[in-house]
């Protein structure tokens, strides 16, 4: 069974450029969060979508946006980079984003911002 | 948001040496999960809990869910040089999602 797919898996965009990332989670699997990873902040939640719709969010700007396909792929979308959005973004997966499920996270898209 | 206090923030040990690692929160968590990340990945999940007092092992690594459900602890018995890497805990706080809380990280480096 395949794991949760990024691409990406690096990126170097300047600043004022928006960059979009891929995830496809392990088949079977409708939940599909989002993390940012920094070495100050470590790892933090951006949002979660499932059904296509965005179940959950975290403390972010607007800048940072995602969404869902049916086939429960996900892009995630930053819009006028920052140097501060340097980072790991990982997304993860699970069956339905309940609490007694397990999380998986793919390798991850190295983004760097200059 | 919440914070997960993970300690020790770095371990160099001998490799064969068991290992202890926590986390503590202020905030009650329904689930726990510990993973081990090497540079360049994704974290890899070793050990989910799901209930107070719960432990699980998974080969040489055991954790236990805190009876207080604010904390967890991980071990790793018999260290080997392959047990290097970053183990992180994540709490989820109850039925909202894949939103996990991350401890900070325990750094840790096995020497032969």
């Known amino acids: 069974k395949a794991g949760v797919t990024q691409t990406p898996r690096y990126l170097i965009k300047t600043r004022g450029q928006q960059v979009t990332l891929s995830c496809s989670p392990i088949?079977?699997?409708?939940?599909v969060s989002w993390y940012q990873q920094t070495p100050g902040q470590g790892l933090q939640f951006l949002f979660e979508?499932?059904?296509?719709?965005?179940?959950n969010k975290g403390n972010f700007p607007g800048r940072f946006s995602g969404r869902q396909f049916s086939n429960s792929r996900s892009e995630m979308n930053v819009s006028t980079l920052e140097l501060g959005d340097s980072a790991l973004y990982l997304c993860?997966?699970?069956?339905?984003?309940?609490?007694?499920?397990?999380?998986?996270f793919g390798s991850g898209t190295q983004l760097s911002v200059l | 948001g919440q914070q997960l206090n993970q300690s020790p923030q770095s371990m160099f040990i001998q490799e064969g040496e068991d290992v202890s690692m926590n986390c503590t929160s202020s905030?009650?968590?329904?689930?726990w999960l510990w993973y081990k990340q090497e540079p360049g990945e994704g974290p890899v999940l070793l050990i989910a809990?799901?209930?107070?007092?719960e432990l699980t092992s998974n080969g040489r690594l055991t954790a236990q869910f805190g009876i207080t459900r604010k904390d967890s602890f991980l071990n790793i018995s018999a260290s080997i040089p392959s047990d290097v890497g970053i183990y992180f805990c994540?709490?989820?706080?109850?039925?909202?999602?894949?939103?996990?809380?991350f401890g900070t990280g325990t750094s840790l480096t096995v020497i032969p």
């Open positions: 088949s079977g699997h409708r939940s």
């Open positions: 979508y499932f059904s296509e719709t965005q179940r």
């Open positions: 809990l799901y209930k107070a007092g």
């Open positions: 905030s009650i968590f329904n689930t």
């Open positions: 993860a997966s699970s069956r339905a984003g309940r609490y007694n499920e397990k999380l998986f």
């Open positions: 994540a709490g989820q706080l109850g039925d909202t999602g894949n939103q996990f809380y």
